[in-house]
Nanobody, 131 residues
Framework: QVHLMESGGGPVQAGGSLRLACATSGDSDRRKCMAWFRQAPGKGREGVARLLAGDGEEYYDDSVKGRFTISQDIAENTLYLQMNSLKPEDTAKYYC????????????????????????WGQGTQVTVSS
């Protein structure tokens, strides 16, 4: 089993920064792929960023590329999302998610950044960006 708990959300003005944290525990093999998703009111859940643990391979949705950075402190079992240059359209509830990695010819890799491929979820933390 895997447990995830997000923190760090809150209100912020446009152009500001926030750092989200996700405390992780449980079977490490089942959380080799870590990701952040978000869901705005009335919209579906969308992938923001993904990280392959150990390898450090990162992937970002175009909407946040260059502004958000995903990282992991392995010793602290914590996943982070540093969010800079925040915009009102970044307002959403942000979720931490985990999945096992998959085997490929070139080594392990993470599934697509879609919620259907991630098995474990935190309860979410709200980020509200005002203009």
């Amino acid at each position: 089993q895997v447990h995830l708990m997000e923190s760090g959300g809150g209100p912020v003005q446009a152009g500001g920064s926030l750092r989200l944290a996700c405390a992780t525990s449980g079977d490490s093999d089942r959380r080799k792929c870590m990701a952040w998703f978000r869901q705005a009111p009335g919209k579906g859940r969308e992938g923001v960023a993904r990280l392959l643990a150990g390898d450090g391979e990162e992937y970002y949705d175009d909407s946040v590329k260059g502004r958000f950075t995903i990282s992991q402190d392995i010793a602290e079992n914590t996943l982070y999302l540093q969010m800079n240059s925040l915009k009102p359209e970044d307002t959403a509830k942000y979720y931490c998610a985990a999945a096992p990695s998959r085997r490929g010819f070139a080594g392990p890799y993470c599934p697509m950044l879609s919620d259907q491929f991630f098995d474990y979820w935190g309860q979410g933390t709200q980020v509200t960006v005002s203009s």
